[in-house]
């Protein structure tokens, strides 16, 4: 290591504390007088709580403390909230049902917390939460989306009659209807995306510490926002105010999604370390995991898409029952609809769309963003839908595609979205390359002889990243601003601090963020630190996640270098005699353009702080902040090509070849965005082959509990990927950044099936394509 | 996992006489662990008897192959001389769970276990072993009696597993995506003319013998002697991995397999 | 209560603990050894493997009495002081980890993995004999990258040896 600059493909500096097992998680976190919580859940979907005994658990061996909802309550704890005011189209506001931490007089989901058990030992806890007795009487259970929607269905919250949240559109319905009816051809599905379980591989887990000496709060937890945590649990559930509560989200195994949130359970352990005066830690089991992390996607979709005579697609009509859970959790509207329905034109000019848009509350786990939030749902419409076509036109797909891509930006389409630069035949181009698509035909005669039957599929997906301008959220119902701040602290021997309010859960921040301070000034790169995750390090931040740590954090730290920058050079110049503006920064030294003449960094650094010396006026010091708002969206897209082998005899996928070809922008790392792109394909393989929540319609039971009936792709079920990049830089801001963390898990969904249902000769295939489906649907077609 | 006390069994005998109550004995722990964690078994004792020098070792003369109950799965798979008369047993070994429950895993573990997604009994049963315990020997064919039910009785332990070695076996299974046990596993062998067919993964009531496989494998031992056949559905788990029908089609597809990989 | 002993990478250690402690919350809880996690309740995902007696096992399917009187080594004793083992190093070179959590166990299963094969990985080896760890991070493409390469750093250096 040394300078490492923008675009270097440098090993990451935090590998060496987890590669030695020195990574600090939650979980790892002992805080003197620490003892265990466990959790009292409802084994049911829907009851009523008839009454609480606490009596014989309090009496168990160890244990110091058995606290329920109406405790909670007394003391003022606020209930959870969504934080994205959605408006239905008759003007009402969306129907928040109340979501106690602890359930008072009603469980709504399996999991639903209930009571906490705070013990000397973790086993304790969980013995004597095992033997508070909670009385319910049982209520009717639904789980589907659709099914909640019908007349006499189980009703969960009073606000919401008929368990409708908010009935939602976008774009003009009008127009859509009519450039339907005079389409040439209509293509028709009913489209269902799979509820999935996020499953960062480190659980969830929160240490509360109240400290009555101080009457200061402090809170380990596993987020992605500890800053968004601290500002909610103050302002809303009434915790601490913020100067006295202090949220540290350490080392974080992984959050796609799932950690944006604020759950019950940290809420809880604050409280209950207030109460029971011992610093209290609870960790989530994997099943507690399953049962009660927010879930991701869960749509069901009827779609048109209508095409005039020449193939041009006219029309794109969208209905979609979105399945939002037991209650609505901290983003949850905006998933299924400023995240969904505004990247419904995908890669293509289509004049008129419309989307409806109905979320409903079921007795299930709550919804929320999971790594692409409404993105996929969004690509795997469109990129279905067109594939459908291609084979109902009898074109090819690539051609299809190519015919109705957007072709000049900046481009606005009919659903909010401003595209500002793209190639999307570029990518389309790579990836039939990479792929070597003029050679399938071949590929797939040569499996028929082997008795495999082999298929490919492509998928053009459009995101929308770097979220967001905050002026704009605001006007969309958002309660938060999606800027991002950051502070560079030049220390007096030159080394550099960079606090920022983004969060690094294995993205790699230690590492890219660095290379920013280390190109730009000529130090090593071990010499730049970044701070993160800590609210009394870093003032206010608003995290990671929505690809935008990149796009927006970046964005900050690039504008705080921009100003330290130019004080150093001011120092500099004041330093040597010389102009500011012939001032230029060379391997570590800052010289006079033309001449011999220069300072070393460390000595300018040291300069502005033994401030003997300094311009007229200046303050001593070598640390700027920045608030970086952006100005637009980005726009990452791609072209995913999956080649697949299906066994028939079995209905057994095998993912032979994946290829990407993303447009991400300018690229800090591409070691570490190869990576996002791995990962995000691997979730989205997942997703489409292996991956999906079933709830039993019966007995509102989550079925897939634990990694026995919860597929989790392993080395085995994949193949290495093929990627690669295009660029067209992002207008938007200073770096050109388009954002890559969710890419791959967007793109990768509609190829995979695309690819096994031109194998199949079946179009008809729900994900995930489990082999038992896929075998029957090859059945299903040899029948017809 | 509830409280539990640990004892170590430094010979069967020792073991035996520990065994009181709700103990269990624990060999690998690759089920039983995890259940107690699950909270789903509460013994007050558990008896480990992974320290009983009497319960290891592999032994094969001849044709005749006795494997100590203790032995673990990476130790049968492993095992040269085991490969050299009946290799389909080293490559069942060789996938059961993954390396490190191979390391820990034994075989008289898996078998006294008897869950009915398990590898060991359908070999068991097809290669018609004799399960000796520290009681008596039972023939697999009696030893394997429903789902996670055995023949043992109370207290008694596994000590060792016999069989002679056949001309022909193979076994081929359908992991379940998600845990990896046997959905559909299938073991055939051929021995001096006759033809056992062993299933696990499929059944309602464990592991069972496929008459329709095993009669149409009489005539002619090869893969496509099965394709006329067609295994009734009756009697097949169905759960949301895999329908009775579906399981049905993979005895089949799974049996063809095996018997495509038989081998001496 | 069970007493227990067993070496830990390379130290002797001894103590009492409840019948029902399992190893990996012996090594995290008594020891200090955090390093070594606890990624699923189902024995399946691998984040707690170590190595008892020369061999990867998980340590959350075994209780910590059952390991006494044995040989441990976590991901705090692989490396050789300051020098990193082999794996580890290739792991960092390939960028074969993001978020760290499942990383000790990958390690762990990847030392004894190219133990066992001492005629060389291949990815399709590597990829079935993964079977038992669970990354939901890398998509395993960098894992698989960096125990072939770890794998054929050893083989030349002679460094095959059991860590």
Redesign the interface.
């Known amino acids: 290591m040394g300078i490492e600059g923008i675009g270097a493909r440098v090993a990451r500096k935090e590998d060496k504390r987890f590669i030695t097992g020195a990574g600090r998680y939650v979980d790892d976190m002992v805080v003197p007088g620490m003892k265990h919580a466990a959790f009292v859940r409802s084994p049911h979907p829907h009851a009523e709580i008839t009454g609480i005994d606490v009596s014989k658990a309090k009496a168990m061996p160890g244990v110091i403390g058995v606290l329920a909802g109406k405790e909670l309550k007394a003391d003022g704890i606020g209930n959870l909230i969504c934080g994205w005011m959605i408006h239905s189209k008759d003007g009402t506001p969306m129907k928040m049902g109340a979501w106690s931490p602890l359930a008072v007089d009603r469980v709504r989901y399996v999991g639903d917390a209930v009571a906490i058990v705070v013990a000397e030992t973790k086993g304790q806890a969980r013995d004597a939460a095992e033997a508070v007795a909670v009385s319910y009487k049982e209520l009717p259970a639904v789980t589907d989306a659709a099914e909640a929607l019908k007349k006499g269905a189980p009703q969960l919250h009073p606000e919401a009659e008929g368990n409708l949240i908010f009935d939602w559109e976008l774009g003009d319905g009008k127009a859509t209807d009519a450039a339907m009816a005079g389409a040439a051809h209509v293509t028709k599905m009913h489209i269902l995306n799979n509820r999935l379980v996020p499953n960062a591989m480190e659980p969830r887990a929160a240490l509360g510490h109240y400290d009555k000496a101080e009457d200061h709060y402090t809170c380990w937890t596993t987020s992605q926002n500890p800053h968004v945590a601290r500002l909610v649990m103050s302002a809303f559930y009434n915790v601490a105010p913020e100067n006295k509560l202090r949220v540290i989200a350490p080392d974080v195994g992984g959050g796609f999604g799932s950690k944006i949130y604020i759950y019950p359970e940290e809420i809880v352990c604050l409280w209950a370390s207030k109460k029971t005066g011992v610093p209290v830690k609870w960790v989530a089991d994997r099943t507690e995991s399953f049962l009660c992390d927010a879930h991701g996607r869960d749509h069901i979709t009827e779609v048109q898409l209508g095409f005039d005579a020449d193939n041009r697609m006219v029309a794109l009509k969208v209905d979609t029952i979105a399945n939002l859970g037991a209650y609505m959790s901290l983003f949850s509207s905006c998933v299924p609809t400023y995240l969904y329905a505004t990247l419904l034109s995908g890669q293509y000019a289509i004049p008129a769309i419309h989307a409806n848009v109905r979320t409903v509350y079921t007795n299930t786990a709550p919804v929320d963003a999971y790594r692409g939030a409404g993105r996929p749902e969004a690509t795997y419409l469109i990129e279905r839908i067109v594939e459908t076509a291609a084979r109902e036109l009898n074109v090819s797909p690539a051609e299809l595609r190519r015919k109705n891509f957007i072709r000049s930006f900046p481009y606005q389409t009919p659903v909010i979205m401003n595209y500002d630069a793209g190639d999307y035949e570029a990518s389309l181009d790579a990836a039939m390359k990479a792929v070597d698509y003029a050679g399938f035909g071949k590929r797939r005669e040569d499996a028929k002889k082997r008795g495999k039957l082999r298929g490919i599929g492509m998928a053009n997906y459009i995101e929308a990243c770097g979220i967001a301008p905050s002026a704009a959220v605001g006007s969309l119902g958002a309660g938060v601003g999606l800027w991002e701040s950051a502070e560079v602290r030049v220390n007096a021997v030159g080394t550099i601090e960079i606090l920022t309010g983004s969060h690094s859960h294995g993205q790699g921040h230690e590492t890219t963020f660095a290379q920013l301070a280390s190109g730009r000034f000529g130090i090593p790169i071990e010499q730049v630190s970044i701070v993160h995750g800590d609210t009394d390090k870093v003032q206010m931040g608003m995290g990671t996640y929505g690809s935008r740590s990149g796009a927006v954090g970046m964005s900050a730290i690039v504008k705080a270098l921009d100003k330290v920058e130019a004080k150093a050079k001011k120092i500099a110049a004041h330093l040597m005699e010389a102009d500011e503006g012939d001032i230029v920064i060379e391997n570590g030294t800052l010289k006079v353009a033309g001449t011999d003449k220069n300072v070393p960094w460390f000595q300018v650094a040291l300069a502005a702080y033994t401030a003997h010396n300094l311009p007229a006026g200046m303050e001593p010091g070598l640390k700027e902040g920045a608030f970086y708002d952006p100005a637009n969206f980005t726009f990452p897209a791609g072209c995913y090509i999956c080649e697949v082998e299906v066994d028939p005899d079995t209905g057994r996928t095998e993912v032979i070849q994946f290829v990407a070809a993303d447009d991400f922008g300018n690229i800090i790392n591409p070691m570490i965005v190869e990576g996002q792109v791995h990962g995000g394909v691997a979730q989205g393989i997942g997703q489409a082959l292996l991956e999906g929540a079933h709830y039993d319609p019966a007995s509102g039971q989550l079925m897939t509990a634990s990694y026995m009936d919860y597929t989790m792709p392993r080395a085995d079920d994949l193949p290495s990927f093929k990627v690669s990049t295009t660029n067209t830089p992002c207008p938007n801001n200073p770096l050109g950044i388009k954002g890559c963390g969710e890419a791959g898990a967007i793109g990768s969904p509609p190829a995979v099936i695309n690819a096994i249902t031109d194998a199949i000769g079946n179009n008809d295939l729900t994900m995930p394509a489990t082999p038992q489906k896929v075998w029957a649907a090859i059945r299903a077609a040899t029948k017809h | 996992m509830y409280s539990v006390n640990y004892h170590r069994a430094t010979s069967v005998a020792d073991a035996a006489s520990k065994a009181k109550g709700e103990a269990k004995y624990l060999a690998g722990g690759m089920t039983l662990i995890p259940t107690m964690k699950q909270r789903l078994a509460q013994p007050g004792d558990v008896i480990d008897l992974m320290h009983i020098g009497e319960l290891k070792g592999i032994k094969v003369e001849g044709k005749v192959v006795t494997i100590g109950a203790g032995t673990t799965h990476a130790e049968v798979a492993a095992s040269a001389a085991i490969k050299a008369v009946c290799p389909a047993l080293c490559h069942l070994a060789s996938h059961i769970g993954d390396p490190h429950v191979r390391h820990r895993g034994t075989i008289g573990g898996s078998i006294a276990n008897n869950d009915p997604a398990a590898d060991y009994p359908a070999a068991m049963l097809a290669l018609d072993a004799t399960i000796a315990t520290n009681k008596r020997k039972i023939p697999a064919g009696d030893f394997f009696t429903g789902l996670f039910e055995t023949a043992l009785e109370e207290g008694e332990i596994v000590t060792a597993v016999t069989f002679v070695a056949p001309d022909k076996a193979g076994y081929e299974k359908f992991p379940n995506p998600a845990s990896r046990y046997a959905m559909t596993g299938v073991f055939v062998v051929l021995d001096g003319g006759s033809v056992r067919a062993a299933v696990t993964g499929a059944g309602e009531t464990g592991v069972f013998r496929s008459v329709e496989i095993e009669n149409a494998l009489a005539g002619k031992f090869e893969a496509s002697a099965l394709d006329a056949v067609t295994v009734p559905a009756d009697g097949l788990m169905s759960d949301m991995h895999a329908s009775a029908d579906y399981r049905a089609n993979l005895v089949k597809v799974m049996a063809k397999r095996a018997v495509g990989r038989a081998k001496g | 209560m069970?007493s227990v002993s067993m070496t830990v990478n390379g130290r002797a250690v001894s103590g009492e603990v409840?019948?029902?402690t399992?190893l990996v919350h012996y090594l995290?809880e008594h020891l200090g050894?955090?390093?070594?996690?606890?990624?699923?309740?189902?024995?399946?995902?691998?984040?707690c493997?170590v190595h008892?007696d020369g061999?990867?096992?998980?340590s959350?399917?075994?209780?910590a009495?059952?390991a006494?009187g044995s040989t441990i080594v976590?991901?705090?004793g692989?490396?050789d002081g300051a020098d990193?083992h082999p794996v580890?190093a290739a792991?960092?070179?390939n960028?074969g980890?993001?978020?760290?959590?499942?990383?000790?166990g990958m390690?762990m299963?990847a030392t004894?993995?190219i133990r066992?094969h001492p005629e060389g990985l291949d990815?399709k080896t590597?990829?079935?004999?993964?079977?038992?760890?669970?990354?939901?991070?890398?998509?395993?493409?960098?894992?698989?990258?960096a125990i072939l390469a770890a794998s054929e750093a050893m083989a030349k250096g002679g460094k095959a040896k059991a860590a």
């Open positions: 069970a409840e019948g029902r399992l995290r050894l955090t390093g070594t996690h606890v990624g699923c309740d189902t024995s399946q995902c691998g984040a493997v008892v061999k990867a096992v998980k959350c399917t075994m209780l009495a059952q006494s976590t991901i705090e692989l490396a990193l580890q792991f960092k070179e960028h980890l993001q978020c760290g959590f499942c990383t000790p390690i299963a004894d993995m066992r990815e590597v990829r079935a004999e993964l079977e038992g760890n669970i990354c939901r991070c890398t998509g395993y493409h960098n894992i698989v990258k």
